[in-house]
């Protein structure tokens, strides 16, 4: 019985490993087991190329829940709370990871562009929206109902 509650006392600890995690291509990713149990954060990595002379992290403070971090098959799935995100960036090793794997990202996608570190945001009012283009008139999608009266009538063009 003893044994028991002496087992029960101590409370497990995070580890604090931090080690890339690939979601689609090498360093895009970054794992940070920030929790006990190999639980954390996968940290979705990628990079602002809208300068052709700059390449520099583009920061996204969604993270993925990560599982398994200590094991062999580490694994994330679903979203980690922002407050997560910004804790975890705060960070000596987590900062000098994110900065290899962004550098390293960036030499694979814009190799000739100057490498430019930008600080993560460590709150939620440092969050910059990501803008992405606006719809222009040839990307949308013709109306059904007009596309059939257009079809109908090169058919009947054709009959004639």
């Not at 910059?128 to 949308?140: F, G, H, I, Q, T």
Request: net charge negative.
């Amino acid at each position: 019985m003893a044994f028991t509650l002496a087992g029960c006392g101590a409370s497990p600890e995070a580890s604090w490993a931090v080690f890339p995690l690939q979601r689609r291509v090498p360093h895009d990713g970054l794992a940070v087991v920030s929790q006990p149990d190999g639980f954390g954060l996968h940290l979705f990595l990628e990079t602002d190329t809208r300068d052709p002379a700059v390449c520099k992290p583009r920061w996204f403070v969604d993270a993925a829940r990560l599982f398994n971090g200590n094991g062999t098959a580490p694994f994330s799935a679903g979203l980690a709370p922002r407050s997560e995100f910004f804790d975890v960036v705060q960070r000596g090793s987590v900062l000098k990871a994110l900065q290899e794997e962004l550098k390293a990202l960036c030499a694979d996608r814009a190799p000739k562009a100057r490498w430019q570190w930008v600080q993560p945001p460590t709150k939620a009012s440092e969050v910059v929206p990501v803008a992405l283009p606006a719809l222009e008139e040839e990307d949308l999608l013709t109306d059904p109902a007009e596309e059939l009266r257009r079809e109908e009538a090169l058919l009947k063009d054709d009959a004639s």
